[in-house]
T-cell receptor
Framework: DVKVTQSSRYLVKRTGEKVFLECVQDMDHENMFWYRQDPGLGLRLIYFSYDVKMKEKGDIPEGYSVSREKKERFSLILESASTNQTSMYLC????????????FGPGTRLTVL | AQSVTQPDIHITVSEGASLELRCNYSYGATPYLFWYVQSPGQGLQLLLKYFSGDTLVQGIKGFEAEFKRSQSSFNLRKPSVHWSDAAEYFCAVGADRGSTLGRLYFGRGTQLTVWP
């Protein structure tokens, strides 16, 4: 079974803090994704990565950066957290091309005070 | 650009009743289409997907979906709903060309409530 794990289920941070959200997959998948989920807005893509050290912006990259130093790990970084980044963050991974399944982690609910 | 519309934000059905969740997409070529389900407090799980062949696709948990190119639709159906089907359902479309290679575009979701 594919397993995508996220470092925290719940996280509370203060405005201006630097925040790291970690995602690890155990199936040697090439592709990894970070989404943000807000009520009524569905899932919006922040960043994705097709290979180690490669990244591509999604629809809402502002205020975020990512790092993929190893194939199994994809980190989302909030350089200076703001209250409007309070949200549910979902990580996903996919083995190959666009017909393959994306497997999702359980999510991290981030609250920025 | 690709987009997905789920017209129903919230649907309520009685247990044992049939279910249809609507999904319309916008994409110039043959799309890759997916339905995901998210139970409370969980990540998303794939129910089924379509990318070619038979337009009626069977998935897990007794769900099926039908691709209708003429209507740009990919509606999800289940003949008899169980209380455990209460969840949020997301339709997604994928692209195979251009700079959006491999990414998915998600609809806003439909919340399903099941009455006992």
């Amino acid at each position: 079974d594919v397993k995508v794990t996220q470092s925290s289920r719940y996280l509370v941070k203060r405005t201006g803090e630097k925040v790291f959200l970690e995602c690890v997959q155990d199936m040697d998948h090439e592709n990894m994704f970070w989404y943000r989920q807000d009520p009524g807005l569905g899932l919006r893509l922040i960043y994705f990565s097709y290979d180690v050290k490669m990244k591509e912006k999604g629809d809402i990259p502002e205020g975020y950066s990512v790092s993929r130093e190893k194939k199994e790990r994809f980190s989302l970084i909030l350089e200076s957290a703001s209250t409007n980044q309070t949200s549910m963050y979902l990580c996903a991974s996919r083995a190959g091309g666009p017909t393959d399944t994306q497997y999702f982690g359980p999510g991290t609910r981030l609250t920025v005070l | 650009a690709q987009s997905v519309t789920q017209p129903d934000i919230h649907i309520t059905v009685s247990e044992g009743a049939s279910l249809e969740l609507r999904c319309n997409y916008s994409y110039g070529a043959t799309p890759y289409l997916f339905w995901y389900v998210q139970s409370p407090g969980q990540g998303l799980q794939l129910l089924l997907k379509y990318f070619s062949g038979d337009t009626l696709v069977q998935g897990i948990k007794g769900f099926e979906a039908e691709f209708k190119r003429s209507q740009s639709s990919f509606n999800l159906r289940k003949p008899s709903v169980h209380w455990s089907d209460a969840a949020e359902y997301f339709c997604a479309v994928g692209a195979d060309r251009g700079s959006t290679l491999g990414r998915l575009y998600f609809g806003r979701g439909t919340q399903l409530t099941v009455w006992p």
